[in-house]
């Protein structure tokens, strides 16, 4: 981990870290003079909880979601089509409901940051809840594409009650609407959705921070890509990913930690003195057993069997639509053929004209048009 890819010359001094480094960081805060931290998540943040993941070329759900009947595989998590076949949707809220993925450390160390008085926002693309579960405040939190953590009708907009919710989607059965019979949604961000207004309404605090974190995420599309670029060029910005994103790293008191999101986090909390605090935490939440699950990590041949299952279960859903429709569908063999027939790359034109859950879309909003990504982590 550390600043290979920076492009600002060594020679370059810093305007207020000491240097850019993660000591200097720690000591930043420990002086007191970073007293409002903006922190920014993604899908990267979640990885060690078991998520599966959404957008890998190869071993992503779309990926695997591409080689059955949809038009695109992402089309899941398409309003339009969810209108008309909810149960796949349904079937994947199964697996991904809140309650069955336990916190990171990374999700508790933001947690941390809320308790001791110094995080300002938390900005996250995820709609896992994690950030929920590891305690951080909910008025602290913008969920930029909305998450599980509530939910109403696609119709008359009439809430519906979580643990009416939560049975529905334990058992993969698609809740109506007690007032109109309506379809049940999750609010989080499909096709043809905005984002939430709170969005746009608290972006600038991401502005008014005198520290910015940016942890686990490709920060490819506005208006969450962004908030980054928000910070005053003296304001330090910390990103903690695999590999170097935006313009992070090109201002003089730009700190990057490259590599997985937990080890960064850890060293941050090392140097602050917070580790032993911030283990200790993390162990009570969530137990010895899942955090040395999370430490061993998932192996490639765990996430593939997931994602396998979970794409064997929206076939057999799709399947069974198409007979009670009096459609036919192709084969496995044959939706597998159509696959890979179609591995052009998507272009950017694509992608904003059909771009879902976790991938690139435009959408129009209050402020305008404006890209959004969701993450399905």
């Not at 079937?91 to 999700?107: C, E, M, N, Q, R």
């Not at 008085?117 to 929920?132: A, M, S, V």
């Not at 600038?204 to 940016?214: R, S, T, W």
């Not at 053929?337 to 179609?342: A, D, N, S, T």
């Amino acid at each position: 981990m550390g600043q290979e890819f920076s492009a600002v010359p060594e020679t370059t001094k810093p305007e207020t870290l000491s240097e850019r480094s993660l000591p200097a960081v720690a000591d930043y805060i420990k002086s007191g003079k970073a007293k409002k931290v903006a922190v920014l998540t993604g899908a990267g943040i979640s990885t060690a909880a078991g998520i599966p993941d959404f957008r890998s070329p190869e071993t992503g759900l779309y990926a695997n979601l591409a080689a059955l009947e949809l038009e695109e595989p992402e089309d899941v998590f398409s309003l339009p089509f969810f209108k008309e076949n909810p149960k796949p949707f349904y079937v994947l809220a199964k697996d991904l409901y809140p309650g069955k993925f336990h916190p990171t450390i990374s999700h508790v160390f933001i947690n941390l940051l809320a308790t001791k008085g110094l995080l300002y926002q938390l900005f996250t693309q995820n709609i896992d809840c994690l950030e929920r579960r590891a305690g951080v405040p909910a008025d602290l939190i913008v969920e930029a594409h909305g998450s599980f953590a509530s939910q109403r009708c696609i119709d008359c907009k009439m809430p519906y009650p979580d643990d009416k919710m939560r049975e529905h989607v334990s058992r993969a059965e698609v809740p109506h609407c007690e007032k109109c019979n309506g379809l049940v949604k999750p609010d989080i961000v499909f096709f043809h959705e905005n984002l939430p207004s709170l969005f746009f309404d608290r972006r600038h605090m991401a502005e008014e921070a005198d520290l910015v974190l940016v942890l686990g995420t490709s920060l490819t599309v506005h208006p969450f890509a962004g908030l980054p670029d928000l910070a005053p060029v003296e304001v330090p910005r910390v990103l903690f990913n695999m590999e170097r994103v935006g313009s992070l790293g090109s201002q003089p008191d730009d700190v990057l930690v490259l590599g997985d999101c937990d080890t960064g986090v850890r060293q941050l909390a090392d140097a602050l003195g917070w580790r032993e605090e911030l283990e200790a935490e993390w162990r009570k939440l969530v137990g010895d057993e899942e955090a040395d699950r999370q430490l061993k990590g998932s192996t490639k041949r765990q996430v593939e069997d997931e994602v396998s299952q979970l794409v064997h279960d929206v076939d057999k859903v799709l399947h069974v639509h198409d007979v009670s429709s009096g459609s036919s569908s192709p084969s496995p063999e044959a939706a597998t053929e159509k696959q890979q027939k179609e591995t052009t790359p998507t272009t950017q034109q694509e992608v904003q004209q059909n771009g879902p859950a976790s991938v690139e879309k435009s959408v129009e909003t209050t402020a305008g048009t404006e890209e959004v990504k969701v993450t399905g982590t």
